[in-house]
């Protein structure tokens, strides 16, 4: 069973930046899927990022909501999944989450149900 614990998260003013981690219990050099999809009051859970190390370049996708301000990245010498996220807004508050699968299978909306998940941490943005 994979560990998935994040960290990062905050409170900041609108057009501040934050920086997630992620640190898994073993390798993801072995984690082909990673990453992040974000709950906010009320709504539904949604795929903000992921990385595909299973394919040579790794491919990246972002939601249209975040894309030119998050980055998705993985240290496998830390075994460490990070997401910055700039210029952010209202908007973006939400509770974050950590995701990972051993397989290729890496769209966003599939993000939710992954094989291993974290705890989730929170990031509110003021205006």
């Known amino acids: 069973q994979v560990q998935l614990v994040e960290s990062g998260g905050g409170s900041v003013e609108a057009g501040g930046s934050l920086r997630l981690s992620c640190a898994a219990s073993?390798?993801?050099?072995?984690?082909?899927?990673m990453g992040w999809f974000r709950q906010a009051p009320g709504k539904e859970r949604e795929g903000v990022a992921s990385?595909?190390?299973?394919?040579?370049?790794?491919?990246?996708f972002y939601a249209n909501s975040v894309k030119g301000r998050f980055t998705i990245s993985k240290d496998n010498a830390k075994n460490t999944l990070y997401l910055q996220m700039n210029s952010l807004t209202p908007e973006d508050t939400a509770m974050y989450y950590c995701?990972?699968?051993?397989?290729?299978?890496?769209?966003?909306?599939?993000?939710?149900?992954?094989?291993?998940r974290g705890q989730g941490t929170q990031v509110t943005v003021s205006s």
């Open positions: 073993e390798s993801t050099s072995n984690l082909y899927c």
């Open positions: 995701a990972a699968r051993r397989s290729e299978y890496c769209l966003l909306e599939s993000l939710k149900d992954a094989t291993y």
């Open positions: 990385l595909n190390s299973y394919y040579s370049p790794y491919g990246s």
